[in-house]
């Protein structure tokens, strides 16, 4: 098992930027495929973005597309979300969640498809 820890939530306005970490730690975070999901009060948990194990295939929600942008720094045993252009309907509290690598090497969307999750970090975007 790899314990998950997101942080770098808060509070912003729209159109601002926030950078959230997702600190892996038990196992070397470079044998998993890392994604980001979030939820909004009331909704169902979806989709935000993915990655394989080496940073060079990822997979974007269209919502986000072309705003966010998921990376990882294997050496710090790190996955990152940088979101731009932040909307009100970007609330939500983020997860990170993290599945071993497959022998293919790719990146999954699908929440059902991570079996390691961390506690989540709150993102609110005020109008």
């Known amino acids: 098992q790899v314990q998950l820890v997101e942080s770098g939530g808060g509070l912003v306005q729209a159109g601002g930027s926030l950078r959230l970490s997702c600190a892996a730690s038990g196992r070397t975070v470079g044998n998993y495929a890392m994604g980001w999901f979030r939820q909004a009060p009331g909704k169902e948990r979806e989709f935000v973005a993915a990655?394989?194990?080496?940073?060079?295939?990822?997979n974007y929600a269209y919502s986000v597309k072309g705003r966010f942008t998921i990376s990882r720094d294997n050496a710090k045993n790190t996955v990152y979300l940088q979101m731009n252009s932040l909307k009100p309907e970007d609330t939500a509290v983020y997860y990170c969640?993290?599945?071993?690598?497959?022998?293919?090497?790719?990146?999954?969307?699908?929440?059902?498809?991570?079996?390691?999750w961390g506690q989540g970090t709150q993102v609110t975007v005020s109008s």
């Open positions: 990655i394989n194990w080496s940073g060079s295939m990822t």
């Open positions: 969640a993290a599945v071993q690598r497959s022998s293919g090497g790719y990146y999954y969307s699908t929440a059902i498809s991570y079996d390691n």
